[in-house]
């Protein structure tokens, strides 16, 4: 496997996708439909190449081991309309601002889903990656 593609959220299939899929004129819910289908084949295509997440250190267990797989977030997916020139700078920044407004009115997580769960919403970045693909997550939430 190319050593880059561990931590890799978007592969040229997805962009593809995307750029195929995505319109100014979405809905909010196709939005998150899009991001579900985005997610999907991130998954497949990490399964199908035998792609594993890096072994990193994690702060948890003080061990290395792997970190869960990366998924695609709805703001990476915004931000990637950016980035691989499907939209403008002013059309990400209204996106942003329209999906931060959806979500903190329909209480979902950063993947639009509803979960009310406090714990993985606290759980961001390369330090959520890592506490979610812990094998000891329990013993560091559950307390003394
Ligand atoms: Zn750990």
Request: with cysteine; aromatic share 6%.
């Amino acid at each position: 496997m190319a050593s880059g593609d561990a931590q890799r959220t978007w592969f040229p299939e997805m962009i593809e996708m995307l750029n195929q899929t995505w319109s100014a004129s979405m809905s909010a819910n196709e939005l998150l439909a899009l991001r579900d289908r985005l997610d999907s084949a991130l998954e497949t295509i990490r399964s199908e190449r035998h792609i594993l997440p890096a072994m990193m250190w994690c702060p948890n267990c003080q061990a290395r081991h792997r970190s869960a797989p990366p998924k695609a977030s709805v703001r990476a997916m915004i931000l990637a309309l950016g980035r691989f020139g499907m939209a403008s700078a002013s059309e990400v920044k209204a996106l942003e601002h329209r999906w931060n407004t959806y979500r903190k009115r329909n209480q979902l997580d950063r993947y639009g889903i509803r979960t009310g769960d406090v714990l993985v919403e606290a759980l961001i970045g390369f330090q959520g990656l890592m506490l979610q693909g812990c094998p000891r997550i329990l013993t560091h939430f559950e307390g003394p």
